[in-house]
């Protein structure tokens, strides 16, 4: 029987949603942050194929999740596009800068990725056998302007204050390196689904900071691109979008890009995304990761709400944003628990 998750992609309305976490794989987990230290630091975990396969196991093995995410970063491709990268402890990534078009000029091409990125598709390969059967693997990649926001600024930022700069003072280098980021995601997500994963998602983690015009231009036009090329190539691979935070720019998102799937946030309420969004197909989300961290009754009733508000058409179950650090693994049992005992 197919899997849950590829049924609810197709479009399928289920009587029980399929579930996982983004993040899943995560610093809340004891045995994570046990292969973590084995490995010896975050990045060195993302390119160890065989321990990077174990922690994207690790909470399908605990939980029983419908889906497994490859276990690997958004900023693996700028490294393998020349930027230097590093992840400062307690702070976050930190990356070389672009600031003008010498920094573009500098990056290697879309086809010269895979030296750096040929670990990641091993580690998809190993998860493609050892995954259960009833499991969806799925792979993943920054969209173009989340990805563009740390490669100008070379860390994350409030509100993305160096990628709107450069946007403003050049527009031709920023629309080139959107460009140069689209096309290299084309042959990223491209490898990893010849290495076996089912779906792919983009993360546009920023998208929320576009408005306008630059939403249409910088948001829904790169992921647009991409999707068509993976369809050409991939006929029938559906494609998970996540435009964050984009409020009424999910209208329409999935129509305009072609996405099989658009997974909302919690800043919108799942009533709303359930009448704007799922009306176009299948919608991923959206509860507050707050309560993976607070629990209790609280919990059961936030999950129940957005379990029953999307109970009338294609629905995969998720957190509006990662699980964070703090959160209670208990509590995620408690979530998966609501959901699956139908109420
Ligand atoms: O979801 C999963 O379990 C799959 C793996 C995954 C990670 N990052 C592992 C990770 C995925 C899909 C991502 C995506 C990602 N990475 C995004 C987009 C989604 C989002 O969260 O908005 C972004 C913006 C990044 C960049 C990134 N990576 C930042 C800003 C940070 C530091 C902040 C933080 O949470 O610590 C990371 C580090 C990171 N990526 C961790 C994990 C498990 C924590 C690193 C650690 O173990 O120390």
């Known amino acids: 029987?197919?899997?849950?998750?590829?049924?609810?992609?197709?479009?399928?309305?289920?009587?029980?949603?399929?579930?996982?976490?983004?993040?899943?794989?995560?610093?809340?987990?004891?045995?994570?942050?046990?292969?973590?230290?084995?490995?010896?630091?975050?990045?060195?975990?993302?390119?160890?194929?065989?321990?990077?396969?174990?922690?994207?196991?690790?909470?399908?093995?605990?939980?029983?999740?419908?889906?497994?995410?490859?276990?690997?970063?958004?900023?693996?491709?700028?490294q393998a596009l020349g930027a230097d990268l590093w992840f400062e402890t307690g702070e976050g990534p930190r990356l070389s800068t672009i600031t003008g078009p010498e920094g573009l000029r500098a990056l290697?091409?879309?086809?010269?990725?895979?030296?750096?990125?040929?670990?990641?598709?091993?580690?998809?390969?190993?998860?493609?056998?050892?995954?259960?059967?009833?499991?969806?693997?799925?792979?993943?990649?920054?969209?173009?302007?989340?990805?563009?926001?740390?490669?100008?600024?070379?860390?994350?930022?409030?509100?993305?204050?160096?990628?709107?700069?450069?946007?403003?003072?050049?527009?031709?280098?920023?629309?080139?390196?959107?460009?140069?980021?689209?096309?290299?995601?084309?042959?990223?997500?491209?490898?990893?689904?010849?290495?076996?994963?089912?779906?792919?998602?983009?993360?546009?983690?920023?998208?929320?900071?576009?408005k306008g015009q630059d939403f249409e231009d910088f948001a829904v036009a790169p992921a647009q691109k991409i999707i068509l090329a993976l369809k050409a190539r991939h006929p029938g691979v559906p494609i998970i979008a996540f435009p964050r935070e984009a409020a009424a720019g999910y209208v329409g998102f999935a129509k305009k890009t072609g996405a099989d799937c658009v997974a909302v946030d919690n800043s919108v309420s799942p009533e709303w995304a359930a009448a704007e969004v799922q009306a176009d197909g299948c919608v991923q989300g959206n509860l507050a990761p707050e309560h993976m961290v607070t629990g209790g009754q609280a919990l059961v009733e936030a999950t129940r709400r957005v379990v029953d508000a999307f109970a009338k058409g294609p629905h995969i179950f998720n957190l509006g944003h990662g699980i964070t650090p703090d959160a209670d693994p208990d509590n995620v049992q408690l979530m998966i628990d609501t959901v699956r005992s139908g109420h």
């Open 1 to 78: 029987m197919t899997k849950l998750l590829m049924r609810a992609l197709a479009g399928e309305t289920l009587a029980v949603p399929p579930i996982w976490m983004m993040r899943q794989a995560g610093r809340y987990l004891p045995e994570y942050r046990a292969t973590r230290a084995q490995a010896g630091d975050f990045l060195k975990l993302c390119y160890n194929s065989d321990l990077a396969a174990e922690v994207t196991l690790q909470p399908i093995r605990r939980y029983g999740f419908d889906a497994a995410i490859l276990f690997a970063d958004i900023l693996l491709l700028p």
């Open 108 to 210: 290697k091409g879309k086809d010269d990725i895979h030296d750096t990125l040929a670990p990641i598709y091993e580690t998809v390969r190993i998860l493609a056998r050892e995954l259960p059967k009833e499991t969806a693997l799925i792979g993943f990649a920054g969209a173009p302007w989340t990805v563009a926001t740390y490669m100008i600024a070379g860390r994350g930022t409030p509100d993305q204050g160096p990628a709107h700069g450069l946007k403003a003072a050049d527009r031709a280098t920023f629309s080139a390196l959107i460009d140069r980021i689209t096309e290299a995601t084309v042959e990223y997500l491209s490898m990893q689904i010849l290495a076996g994963a089912e779906t792919v998602k983009l993360f546009d983690s920023w998208a929320g900071s576009l």
